[in-house]
C-alpha cells in the first residue's frame, strides 16, 4: 500500500515564526503536492513538484515556498508564519510522466497547524 | 479556470438504502477524475480513479461513472452502513494539460447513514 507520511499531527507556533511542514512517502512517486483545507474554502492546492529540486506554483502560493531534495521528501516552509495560515495542510504524491491518466493521488493524513 | 461543484452538500439516509452524489465540473478536457472519502480530522482516502477513456469503474460497493461531454460524475453506494458517513469529495487536474497537475475539489457532500 502506498505510504504517506507527514511529520506532525498538530502544531502550534506564533506568529512569525518560521515553520517546516515535512511529507514522505514511500512509492517512489515522481509528483507531490502540497494543499490547505479551509472551511468554506475547501481544498486549494499550493505548490507542487514532479522532480526532485522542481517545482511549481499552485494557487495559493504566497507566503509559502517548497524543497526537494530527495525524491521522497517534500517540505512546505512558512518563512514568517501568520494568523491567516492557521489551516490543515495535506501532503499528497502521484506517479507522474507518460502515466498522466493513472495519476492517482494518495494523501497524507494532514497536519493541523495553528499560528497564534 | 476548471470548477467543481458537488450536489448535494449533506445527505442523511438510513442504513440499507443506495445513493448517489453528484460532481459536475466545467472544462470537459480532463484525463481523469477521482473520489475521496474524508473522515473527521482526517486525511483523504482515495476510493476510485476513472481514466478519461472510461465510463465507470467499480469497488465493491461503489460505483462511479464518468460522462466527460456533459461534464458530470456521479458517485453510486450501494446497500450504504453507518460506516460509510464521511464527507465525499470529487476531484479533477486543476489544468487541462497532462504533467503533473494537482487537483481541484468540490466542496463535497457530508454523508451520514443513520442506523
Known amino acids: 500500500d502506498v505510504k504517506v507520511t507527514q511529520s506532525s499531527r498538530y502544531l502550534v507556533k506564533r506568529t512569525g515564526e518560521k515553520v517546516f511542514l515535512e511529507c514522505v512517502q514511500d512509492?517512489?512517486?515522481?509528483?507531490m503536492f502540497w494543499y490547505r483545507q479551509d472551511p468554506g474554502l475547501g481544498l486549494r492546492l499550493i505548490y507542487f513538484s514532479y522532480d526532485v529540486k522542481m517545482k511549481e506554483k499552485g494557487d495559493i502560493p504566497e507566503g509559502y515556498s517548497v524543497s526537494r531534495e530527495k525524491k521522497e521528501r517534500f517540505s512546505l516552509i512558512l518563512e514568517s508564519a501568520s494568523t491567516n495560515q492557521t489551516s490543515m495542510y495535506l501532503c499528497a504524491s502521484s506517479f507522474g510522466g507518460a502515466r498522466v491518466a493513472y495519476n492517482e493521488q494518495f494523501f497524507g493524513p494532514g497536519t493541523r497547524l495553528t499560528v497564534l | 479556470k476548471q470548477e467543481v461543484t458537488q450536489i448535494p452538500a449533506a445527505l442523511s439516509v438510513p442504513e440499507g438504502e443506495n445513493l448517489v452524489l453528484n460532481c459536475s465540473f466545467t472544462?470537459?478536457?480532463?484525463?481523469?477524475l477521482q473520489w475521496f472519502r474524508q473522515d473527521p480530522g482526517k486525511g483523504l482516502t482515495s476510493l476510485l480513479l476513472?481514466?478519461?477513456?472510461?465510463r465507470e469503474q467499480t469497488s465493491g460497493r461503489l460505483n462511479a461513472s464518468l460522462d466527460k461531454s456533459s461534464g458530470r460524475s456521479t458517485l453510486y453506494i450501494a446497500a450504504s452502513q453507518p460506516g460509510d458517513s464521511a464527507t465525499y469529495l470529487c476531484?479533477?487536474?486543476?489544468?487541462?494539460?497532462?504533467?503533473?497537475?494537482?487537483?481541484?475539489f468540490g466542496k463535497g457532500t457530508h454523508l451520514i447513514i443513520q442506523p
Open positions: 476513472i481514466q478519461s477513456s472510461q
Open positions: 476531484a479533477v487536474p486543476l489544468y487541462s494539460g497532462g504533467g503533473a497537475d494537482g487537483l481541484t
Open positions: 512509492m517512489d512517486h515522481e509528483n
Open positions: 472544462d470537459s478536457a480532463i484525463y481523469n
